[in-house]
């Protein structure tokens, strides 16, 4: 577990350096919202959808080159939710990582520009792969993938419905959408689009974006056992923020064993659908299996 740590450290060092690459420079009479994106990019985090990403290219033998502009622009998409939710018409957290919320720091006005400005720059950063790549059909389809799954038939469509049941009852079938498309949505798109880019056939295709379905519901619910098992220090944002936010969680409605007992079954599950995949990485079996321990 010790030598897995510390390649997951490196590993996530150089996810880093390859996101700071490709964002913008601070200047001009914008350049407010340009350091509020910035500011937010760089408060740090897990970067899991940009290392899951890499890594199932990796598996199928993809670029890495070709793959390091979606890396950049699917972690710009995760951070503008994150900036997004933040906000007082939202969640109204007035911390995250450890660290003050983008509205917190620059102002509620500046907080929505700025993540706005990181949605609409994610796409243009994903489109330079068309500089690189030979395969141009590729990177189309990730393109679509990538709009997909952020808009309203993925994050957005789950953010929706999540901010329309605040403060209500959500029942089980709400609950499962919302989690489905809020958060699995962009684990979705980072896997399968790490397979389209190297060229993977549907077949795999499908298979990845079961598994990361099943990464995601279980990062969802393992983030609600850390919202009232976990503390501030640790996560770096308050806690509780769901019981405060009166929101329905998986905990609350299953109870915390359960959710413990289904975040190691479903993570399982998703094991042994990478496990069926072609080729091997035994680096992306761990990571999946890293979801079930985390801590933060």
Known sequence: MREFKEELKERIQEVEETIYGYLPEEEGYQKTVLEAMNYSMKAGGKRLRPLLMQEVCRLFGGSMEEIAPFMAAIEMIHTSSLVHDDLP?????????????????????????????????????????????????RIGEALRILANKTGIWGMIGGQTVDVELTNQAIPREKLDFIYRLKTGALLEA??????????????????????????????????????????QEVLGKPVLSDEKNCKTTYVTLEGLEKAREDVARISEGAIQDIRALPGENIFLEKLAAMLVTREK
């Not at 689009?193 to 060229?199: Q, T």
Request: hydrophobic share 45%.
């Open 190 to 231: 980072s896997m399968v689009i790490g397979a389209v880019i190297a060229g993977a056939d549907e077949a795999s295709c499908r298979l990845v974006e079961r598994a990361a379905s099943k990464i995601g519901l279980a990062f969802q619910i393992q983030d609600d056992i850390l919202d009232v098992t976990s503390s």
């Open 89 to 137: 018409c939202m969640d109204n957290d007035e911390f995250r990582r450890g660290k003050k919320s983008t509205w917190a720091a620059f102002g509620e006005d500046m907080g929505v520009l700025a993540g706005d400005g990181l949605i609409v720059y994610a796409f243009e950063t994903a489109c330079r792969a068309f500089q690189i790549s030979s395969h141009p059909e």
